[in-house]
C-alpha cells in the first residue's frame, strides 16, 4: 500500500484528481446516492438512474469499484446474479454527496434565476 499525503488538488499531478475525476463526473455522485439506499442489481440501478447508458453505468460501476467505494458482490449462479453496494468508504461519500445535492435542491429556484431564457 502507498502512502499518500494530502495533496493540493489544484496540481496537475496530485492523485486525488483522478478519484474526483470518477466521483464527480457524469454519473458517479448519481451511482452513489442511488446506492445509498442498499445493494441494487446491474438493470434496477440503471432504470432508478434516469438517462445513464449501460456502457457508462458499468465504467462508472467499475471506476468506483477501483477507488473502494462500491462493492461488486457475483452470487455465483445461473443465471447470473450480481449486486453492487457502498463500501463504508462509499457511505462516507454518499453521505457528502447527498449534503451537496440537498444543497442543489433548496437553492434551485435562486440558481435558475441566473439561467439565460430559453
Not at 432504470?47 to 455465483?76: P, Y
Not at 461519500?93 to 441566473?114: C, K, Q, T, Y
Amino acid at each position: 500500500m502507498q502512502n499518500f499525503e494530502r495533496g493540493n488538488l489544484l496540481a496537475a499531478e496530485c492523485p486525488s484528481r483522478d478519484v474526483l475525476r470518477r466521483l464527480t463526473g457524469r454519473w458517479g455522485m448519481l451511482v452513489l446516492w442511488a446506492l445509498s439506499d442498499g445493494p441494487q442489481r446491474f438493470g434496477a440501478l440503471r432504470k432508478r438512474i434516469g438517462g445513464v447508458s449501460e456502457r457508462m453505468l458499468a465504467q462508472t460501476l467499475q471506476g468506483l469499484e477501483t477507488d473502494g467505494m462500491v462493492l461488486r458482490r457475483d452470487f455465483g449462479t445461473v443465471p447470473p446474479h450480481v449486486e453492487y453496494e457502498l463500501t463504508p468508504l462509499g457511505q462516507q461519500a454518499a453521505a457528502r454527496v447527498g449534503a451537496l445535492l440537498d444543497w442543489i435542491e433548496d437553492n434551485l429556484p435562486s440558481i435558475a434565476r441566473n439561467w439565460p431564457e430559453t
